[in-house]
């Protein structure tokens, strides 16, 4: 599977975007998607992810409340939707797929990642 993020911009503090992960391939509803994000000089960190089917879903502490996942299998897409934004949440925000081991923050878990789209928040 192909993921291709999008959505990313600059946003002032407080502000909101939504972050768009196009899959292409017929077994994307087959496949729980995270998102996670590195900051220049940081370890990539997970920030959430969900299952296959949208029931579940599970947050990083730090964007908990803030931050939302969503999909639409019909549409093979999976949505991160961020509010009440920080300057510290500025990074380069990745999805990625993994149909073997479920919804997980794991990163080694997943085997298929996009290109990634640059979200920066000013202060």
């Known amino acids: 599977v192909q993921l291709v993020e999008s959505g990313g911009g600059l946003v002032q503090r407080g502000g909101s975007l939504r972050l768009s992960c196009v899959a292409s391939?017929?077994?994307?509803?087959?496949?729980?998607i995270g998102w996670f994000r590195q900051a220049p000089g940081k370890a990539r960190e997970f920030v959430g992810a969900?299952?296959?089917?949208?029931?579940?879903?599970d947050y990083a502490p730090s964007v908990k409340g803030r931050f939302t996942i969503s999909r639409v299998n019909a549409k093979n897409t999976v949505y991160l939707q961020m509010d009440s934004l920080r300057p510290e949440d500025t990074a380069v925000y990745y999805c990625?797929?993994?149909?073997?081991?479920?919804?997980?923050?794991?990163?080694?878990?997943?085997?298929?990642w996009g290109q990634g789209t640059q979200v920066t928040v000013s202060s």
């Open positions: 969900t299952s296959w089917s949208g029931a579940t879903k």
């Open positions: 391939g017929s077994t994307f509803r087959s496949y729980a």
């Open positions: 990625a797929a993994n149909d073997d081991y479920g919804l997980t923050s794991r990163m080694g878990a997943y085997d298929y």
